[in-house]
């Protein structure tokens, strides 16, 4: 049981440049989201998902896609990066358990735009 | 807009010390108020809160939910070098979709120093 699973786990992107950012899980959550943590801003929702072909915009959704063709995977596309999106991305699932719902949280992508 | 402030920002304190750090919320259909340990790399859960003057413990972690005054206190006590960390609180809510989404503060970083 991996949990959560992001990849890469570094990487860095000239401006202009596109890649994904890949999460996948193994404990059939039907939520995950992305997020992405800066210094002084905390963590901020982009994209979140609750099934198989449902996606929805977070926080600061700008610059990003998302799709969900299974339960299991989430990836994060950035169709043009800018320096601005230089950042840690966390991968996010939730469950429903104890009369609330739980996040557990993959290792995080550090991405860099130069 | 839905916001959650925590202080201190940063705090070093000696081993065995006990600390405090604080939580305050403003998210409209409040269902939860969680917290992570964050320390190099992906953020762990330590409590979610729902009720109002109940106090979650484990080990020297403790926690308690005003939902009057809108705030969450986190308390370790007998503090040792692996409790420093960044300490998240985030604000658990229902958007009109009827989908959880999640504030977080921007963290506390606590020092322990021997």
């Known amino acids: 049981n991996a949990g959560v699973t992001q990849t890469p786990k570094f990487q860095v992107l000239k401006t202009g440049q596109s890649m994904t950012l890949q999460c996948a899980q193994d404990?059939?959550?039907?939520?995950m989201s992305w997020y992405r943590q800066d210094p002084g801003m905390g963590l901020r929702l982009i994209h979140y998902?609750?099934?198989?072909?449902?996606?929805d915009q977070g926080e600061v959704p700008n610059g990003y896609n998302v799709s969900r063709s299974t339960t299991e995977d989430f990836p994060l596309r950035l169709l043009s990066a800018a320096p601005s999106q230089t950042s840690v991305y966390f991968c996010?699932?939730?469950?429903?358990?104890?009369?609330?719902?739980?996040?557990?949280f993959g290792s995080g992508t550090r991405l860099t735009v130069v | 807009e839905d916001k959650v402030v925590q202080s201190p920002l940063s705090l070093v304190v000696h081993e065995g010390d006990t600390v405090t750090l604080n939580c305050s919320y403003e998210?409209?259909?409040?269902?939860?108020l969680l917290w992570y340990k964050q320390e190099k790399k992906a953020p762990t859960f330590l409590f979610m809160l729902?009720?109002?003057?109940i106090e979650k413990k484990s080990g020297r972690l403790s926690s308690i939910l005003d939902k009057k005054e809108l705030f969450s206190i986190l308390n370790i006590t007998a503090t040792q070098t692996g409790d420093s960390a960044i300490y998240l609180c985030?604000?658990?809510?229902?958007?009109?979709?009827?989908?959880?989404?999640?504030?977080f503060g921007i963290g506390t970083k606590l020092q322990v120093i021997p």
């Open positions: 996010a699932t939730r469950a429903w358990e104890n009369r609330a719902y739980g996040y557990t």
């Open positions: 404990m059939n959550h039907e939520y």
């Open positions: 998902s609750v099934g198989a072909g449902i996606t």
């Open positions: 998210v409209t259909n409040f269902r939860s």
């Open positions: 729902t009720s109002s003057g």
């Open positions: 985030a604000g658990g809510q229902m958007n009109s979709g009827g989908y959880q989404k999640v504030t």
